[in-house]
T-cell receptor, first 111, second 112 residues
Framework: NAGVTQTPKFQVLKTGQSMTLQCAQD?????MYWYRQDPGMGLRLIYY???????DKGEVPNGYNVSRLNKREFSLRLESAAPSQTSVYFC??????????FGDGTRLSIL | GEDVEQSLFLSVREGDSSVINCTYT??????LYWYKQEPGAGLQLLTY?????DMKQDQRLTVLLNKKDKHLSLRIADTQTGDSAIYFC????????????FGTGTRLKVLA
């Protein structure tokens, strides 16, 4: 099993550009999450999807949108990238009350 | 509000034991987790403990939970250079949400 797969692994954008980060899991998990990781700040939740068809804001949702395309896929979109969104983005998934499983991350730089 | 705190750095010599500490605030937490992150990689689940347990052991890893003080620790016995990484503590509140609260991570450096 691949687990949680994120694409792309690296991306450089210019300020104002848009892009979508993709995430897919093959573990039949109901819940999926997007986090960002910044130095000294741990992981902060951007959005999550408790189940297919639902999405909710996390701690730092501003500047992002998400789509739970189906049970497997949960995408994160930056409509107009800003330098403050330079970060490492992680997708995770789990079943209720079970540990979250993480992808390897997308390293995003915005110039 | 909910918060999880960890010290930022720990340095130990190869072969010694490492103890990484974490404090949390949510008294209703059901699950407490330890994750390991190696450079350039995602978070790897090491172990987790239910809040009705005091201790859990898994090979070189021992997790201790002091519910009264809301203190969680991860002990790594016979620490190896391959254990050098960032270790994250996380709690899963039982408020009906699915959200984890992560600590800022402890960077463990193992000296040969």
């Amino acid at each position: 099993n691949a687990g949680v797969t994120q694409t792309p692994k690296f991306q450089v954008l210019k300020t104002g550009q848009s892009m979508t980060l993709q995430c897919a899991q093959d573990m039949n998990h109901n819940s999926m999450y997007w986090y960002r990781q910044d130095p000294g700040m741990g992981l902060r939740l951007i959005y999550y999807s408790a189940s297919e068809g639902t999405t909710d804001k996390g701690e730092v949702p501003n500047g992002y949108n998400v789509s739970r395309l189906n049970k497997r896929e949960f995408s994160l979109r930056l409509e107009s990238a800003a330098p403050s969104q330079t970060s490492v983005y992680f997708c995770a998934s789990n079943r209720a009350n079970q540990p979250q499983h993480f992808g390897d991350g997308t390293r995003l730089s915005i110039l | 509000g909910e918060d999880v705190e960890q010290s930022l750095f720990l340095s130990v010599r190869e072969g010694d034991s490492s103890v990484i500490n974490c404090t949390y605030t949510d008294s209703s937490s059901t699950y407490l987790y330890w994750y390991k992150q190696e450079p350039g990689a995602g978070l790897q689940l090491l172990t987790y403990i239910f809040s009705n347990m005091d201790m859990k052991q898994d090979q070189r890893l021992t997790v201790l939970l002091n519910k009264k003080d809301k203190h969680l620790s991860l002990r790594i016995a016979d620490t190896q250079t391959g254990d050098s990484a960032i270790y994250f503590c996380a709690e899963s509140p039982t408020s009906g949400t699915y959200k984890y609260i992560f600590g800022t991570g402890t960077r463990l450096k193992v000296l040969a």
